[in-house]
T-cell receptor
Framework: QQQVKQSPQSLIVQKGGISIINCAYENTAFDYFPWYQQFPGKGPALLIAIRPDVSEKKEGRFTISFNKSAKQFSLHIMDSQPGDSATYFCAARDSNYQLIWGAGTKLIIKP | NAGVTQTPKFQVLKTGQSMTLQCAQDMNHNSMYWYRQDPGMGLRLIYYSASEGTTDKGEVPNGYNVSRLNKREFSLRLESAAPSQTSVYFC?????????????FGSGTQLSVL
């Protein structure tokens, strides 16, 4: 199955809280899992990415948790800030090196 | 360093009109892509070009054509626009050997077909 299911569709978090966005997939041939961040009026930009041989990757306040057996991965934003308000997309790379994208999550951080 | 530049930023068409979306990158990237973004559907690949002189269909190619004019430029043409093609269109590129590990996107073209 060439699908990546992303949830929730939208998320409101208080400033300083933890934002969590989840993605699930079926195709075990996916070999690379990036997260992109998109601000209004801009194109998506790579935020952080993980390969399936690693269970967690952290870059500053952003962490990807990867559960290979469950075929799930999630983005955690610690100490969420108003500047983190954006749309976040997960994706997975297939055996043809093409990215399959989740539907996106609109994140709003309330001051 | 401009990165990926798309023109125009906004366009309104009537059903049946044609237009070409332009994309240029100045990063010496080999691979270039055209995506459309619709609410609740993420990004869907229309066409891509792995290198100068080659183009391939993506997930949703119907109603579109592309031209890889040279290494820098990759254009998307709508021959006879339909309301279903109302969307935001993004061009992207990736560095040689990156195999889609990092896509660089333009700022998009918002297209409305009435």
């Amino acid at each position: 199955q060439q699908q990546v299911k992303q949830s929730p569709q939208s998320l409101i978090v208080q400033k300083g809280g933890i934002s969590i966005i989840n993605c699930a997939y079926e195709n075990t041939a996916f070999d690379y899992f990036p997260w992109y961040q998109q601000f209004p009026g801009k194109g998506p930009a790579l935020l952080i990415a993980i390969r399936p041989d690693v269970s967690e990757k952290k870059e500053g306040r952003f962490t990807i948790s990867f559960n290979k057996s469950a075929k799930q991965f999630s983005l955690h934003i610690m100490d969420s800030q108003p500047g983190d308000s954006a749309t976040y997309f997960c994706a997975a790379r297939d055996s043809n090196y093409q990215l399959i994208w989740g539907a996106g999550t609109k994140l709003i951080i309330k001051p | 360093n401009a990165g990926v530049t798309q023109t125009p930023k906004f366009q309104v068409l009537k059903t049946g009109q044609s237009m070409t979306l332009q994309c240029a990158q100045d990063m010496n990237h080999n691979s270039m892509y055209w995506y459309r973004q619709d609410p609740g559907m993420g990004l869907r690949l229309i066409y891509y070009s792995a290198s100068e002189g080659t183009t391939d269909k993506g997930e949703v190619p119907n109603g579109y054509n592309v031209s890889r004019l040279n290494k820098r430029e990759f254009s998307l043409r709508l021959e006879s626009a339909a309301p279903s093609q109302t969307s935001v269109y993004f061009c992207a590129s990736t560095a040689p050997g990156q195999t889609n590990e990092k896509l660089f996107f333009g700022s998009g073209t918002q297209l409305s077909v009435l």
